[in-house]
Each structure stands twice: as C-alpha cells, then as structure tokens.
C-alpha cells in the first residue's frame, strides 16, 4: 500500500470509511473490552474518527497516529480544542490536554511514543492494509503496545466483489495473525444493512484479544 494512496483519498475527500456518528458497536459491546478507568487507548491509524472524542467524553486519554496531517487537522477542529504541534523525531506530535496524535508513518512509531496504555482500538487499520503488509503491522503494532488487549473492528466479505480498502478480514486471517499472542473472542458478526458498493453480503465483526503471556 503506497502512502501517496492514503493522501490522495484524503485529499479528494474519499473517506467512504469514516462514521459520522462514531462507531455503534463499540458503544454496543464496549464493556467486553473491560477497560480500567481512566485508561489510556492507543487508535492506529485513526483518521478524524469521532471514537476518539467518544474516548475522551468518557475520560480515557488517548494517543494515536495517522499518515495524513489534513485528517490530524479536522480532528482537532472537530474536537474544538487547539493543539500543540511538535517535530518528534520524523514524525510530527498534536497535542493537547489527553490527547496526543502523531502524524506520519505507523512503521516509524516506537514503544516509547506511545508510552503506556491499557488498550488498542483498531477502527479500521487492520481492515485498511492488503495482505502483505498484515502480519508487519501486527507484530509491530503488538511491540509498540506491549501486547496490550485489543477491540477490533472488521469488515468481512468476498474480496473478488471489489477491491479494498477496506479490505474482507475473516476470522481465520484474524486467527492466522494473532493466535500465537492472543486468546481471541468474536462478540458480533452481522450484516451490514444495505451493504457497501451495491453488494450486500457484507458483515462487520467485533473481537477482543487478550494477552496469553500476561
């Protein structure tokens, strides 16, 4: 996945994926999750996404990163809030009150930005990298949280329908990319009413991985 693909979609405002409302099923199967409160949530590749004002309602910190800085920008202005705007090394740090966003490339993000957190939301990350690239994004993201537990979101379809992003992630490629280091528990898997793309055979599915080791 070439980064320019990701700035180009943004650029023309080809964001079909973002939810205007946030995401429903994280509200609806959130205590699953079992954060502690106050807890401190990493969002990989997260957009403008309305869950991290969601998160911060609910008095979680939050860090996160994003490749595309007009994304960081409207996240900021949605939220109503102006940031302190960093260099950090090659990436750039929006900050402000819970909130840290890093704006640049995922791969270069290391354990110490992050810092610690009690859990990882991926929205659409792992749904938003082809094939290849899904076990280097696991494992790295697994080293920057320190395996923390996870709530997923995925998209399931056939992929010979149309091509992704978002791209058809199946229980078995989550088992495939994650089993050696999580205990994994499907919540939900369901249709999405009307589907996406003129195709209606698409589900959206719910999972929480749990650290094995501890």
């Known amino acids: ?10 650029q023309k405002n080809e964001i079909g994926f973002h939810e205007s409302e946030g995401n429903l099923l994280l509200k609806e199967y959130f205590e699953h999750w079992q954060l502690p409160d106050k807890a401190r949530v990493f969002v990989p590749l997260c957009g403008k996404t309305k869950d991290i004002g969601w998160f911060l309602l609910k008095g979680y910190a939050v860090v996160a990163i994003e490749l595309n800085e007009s994304a960081v920008q409207a996240l900021f202005e949605e939220l109503g809030v102006q940031p302190l705007i960093e260099p950090h090394g090659p990436l750039l740090r929006y900050s402000a009150n819970n909130l840290i966003v890093y ?11 992050v810092g610690d957190i009690d859990g990882v939301f991926d929205r659409g990350a792992l749904v938003a990298l082809p094939e290849p690239l899904r076990h280097k994004y ?6 920057i949280s320190n395996t923390k537990k996870q709530f997923l979101l995925t998209y399931d379809y056939d992929q010979a329908l149309f091509a992704g992003p978002p791209f058809s992630v199946t229980s078995e490629t989550i088992h495939q990319v994650y089993q ?6 499907q919540l939900y898997r369901g249709k999405i009413a009307g589907g996406f793309r003129a195709q209606d055979e698409v589900y ?3 999972y929480v991985l749990l ?4």
């Open 1 to 10: 996945m070439e980064l320019d693909f990701w700035h180009r979609r943004w």
């Open 103 to 113: 704006v640049g490339d995922f791969f270069v993000l290391t354990a110490s930005d």
């Open 138 to 143: 696991s494992e790295h993201l697994r080293m």
């Open 180 to 185: 050696h280091h999580y205990s994994i528990t």
């Open 204 to 206: 959206e599915g719910v």
């Open 211 to 214: 650290n094995t080791h501890g």
